[in-house]
């Protein structure tokens, strides 16, 4: 399929399915908390759309959820990442508890900015906001060493290292880890942040 159609194909999947999107009415519960963490984290660019979207992918705003490989709370975050996280950002997060709903919803916002801020286009190729998003929330669901080396791979088999389609068709791990973690951010920017923002949630779709 040609890059064109096929992007245009996955556009119209998701804007189908972002039309299906169920917003948890717990999702009321934090909606402010949501819109006061990305206010502080990213001024009046931010979008609470988007970090409501994320908390719905991660855990469909379950302040108990917990993952088989041992991500906690509403937020997800790996036992060693809230560690390191409070650690990076003590005057913001404290003493920081996964478990502890409010908390979270701060550190994602501060974790999506961290990421995003080291996106760096590679050569001279455009990199748009669009795919430094992808690239950021790849970080956050897989790691960001996975993505620079899936960036890589891209570079040695002539693709684009700034643009997310290009770089999704080469994976440097197992189909399964590479598959959740581009559909993580697919659906995230191209469903459930649309989805948000039909809803009435504050925002403006970056893709």
């Known amino acids: 399929m040609k890059p064109v159609l096929y992007l245009l194909t996955l556009l119209w999947v998701f804007s189908a399915q972002a039309a299906n999107v ?4 717990a999702s009321a519960l934090y909606r402010h908390r949501v819109e006061q963490a990305v206010a502080d984290v990213w001024g009046v660019e ?3 759309a988007r970090l409501a979207a994320q ?3 991660e855990s469909a705003w379950r302040t108990r959820a917990a993952s088989s490989v041992g991500a906690q709370g509403i937020a997800q975050f790996m036992p060693g990442t809230a560690k390191w996280i409070a650690e990076r950002f003590p005057d913001q997060l404290g003493r920081f508890d996964p478990w502890d709903a409010h908390q979270a919803i701060l550190a994602a916002a501060i974790y999506d900015k961290w990421l995003l801020d080291r996106i760096q286009a590679i050569g001279h190729t455009p990199l748009s906001e669009c795919t430094r998003w992808h690239f950021a929330l790849r970080g956050y669901n897989g790691g960001e060493q996975w993505l620079l080396r899936d960036r890589g791979l891209t570079i040695a088999q002539r693709g684009n290292p700034n643009d997310w ?4 068709r080469y994976r440097t791990r197992s189909v399964a880890a590479h598959t959740e973690n581009t559909g993580y951010s697919r659906r995230i920017l191209l469903m459930l942040e649309p989805a948000y923002i039909a809803a009435g949630w504050p925002g403006q779709a970056v893709c």
């Open 165 to 168: 389609k290009s770089v999704e």
């Open 46 to 48: 931010g979008s609470p």
């Open 55 to 57: 908390i719905h992918q």
């Open 22 to 25: 169920i917003i948890p009415e």
